[in-house]
T-cell receptor, first 114, second 113 residues
Framework: GQQVMQIPQYQHVQEGEDFTTYCNSSTTLSNIQWYKQRPGGHPVFLIQ?????EVKKQKRLTFQFGEAKKNSSLHITATQTTDVGTYFC??????????????FGKGTKLSVIP | DAGVIQSPRHEVTEMGQEVTLRCKPISGHNSLFWYRQTMMRGLELLIY????????DSGMPEDRFSAKMPNASFSTLKIQPSEPRDSAVYFC???????????FGQGTRLTVV
């Protein structure tokens, strides 16, 4: 079945440093989504990338989708304590009969040291 | 809309007991997902439904797990009999047909002792 690998599993950074998490799929994706889960919370949608090579920005967050639509990255510039949480990528693949499977990576847990 | 609603929020049960987790998706959404989250295995897809029909249940760990979606506004995940290794947070999520964001419920924290 489809697999989505995400690295690193954990990242500790000093406040103000940059952070990047990487995502790789075993199959070509229809699109990729990114979610953030705060400690004790549930995953919350951040963004979706659809086109090959697409780059999107949300303030200090930059999301990229690879040319082959099999990998993606999330980069946070100048981290803040509010960025703490686990960041998940989730790949969409078509399952047939109009159904799209959503498979999550294991996530990268970000800790920010003030 | 109140979002995806899961119940109960917390469940503590003894090994061997039957556990039923419930989910009400967002009205109008036609895909529903059940996920299990643990520290060791992360967020695992157990099963997902499209238009109330189970599409892929390959993530269901074993026969002790079963899921149903009798109508568009309700789904259950049942574990019978429960075991300590089933302890986890179980999330339900829903979305519109393909290619859109998934909305998660608050989750059910299950502890089997």
């Amino acid at each position: 079945g489809q697999q989505v690998m995400q690295i690193p599993q954990y990242q500790h950074v000093q406040e103000g440093e940059d952070f990047t998490t990487y995502c790789n799929s075993s199959t070509t994706l229809s699109n990729i989504q990114w979610y953030k889960q705060r400690p004790g919370g549930h995953p919350v949608f951040l963004i979706q990338l659809v086109k090959s090579g697409e780059v999107k920005k949300q303030k200090r967050l930059t999301f990229q989708f690879g040319e082959a639509k099999k990998n993606s990255s999330l980069h946070i510039t100048a981290t803040q304590t509010t960025d703490v949480g686990t960041y998940f990528c989730a790949g969409r693949t078509y399952s047939g009969a109009g159904s799209y499977q959503l498979t999550f990576g294991k996530g990268t847990k970000l800790s920010v040291i003030p | 809309d109140a979002g995806v609603i899961q119940s109960p929020r917390h469940e503590v049960t003894e090994m061997g007991q039957e556990v039923t987790l419930r989910c009400k998706p967002i009205s109008g959404h036609n895909s529903l997902f059940w996920y299990r989250q643990t520290m060791m295995r992360g967020l695992e897809l157990l099963i997902y439904f499209n238009n109330n029909v189970p599409i892929d249940d390959s993530g269901m760990p074993e026969d002790r797990f079963s899921a149903k979606m009798p109508n568009a506004s309700f789904s259950t995940l049942k574990i019978q009999p429960s075991e300590p290794r089933d302890s986890a947070v179980y999330f339900c999520a829903s979305d519109m047909r393909g290619g859109t964001e998934a909305f998660f419920g608050q989750g059910t924290r299950l502890t089997v002792v």
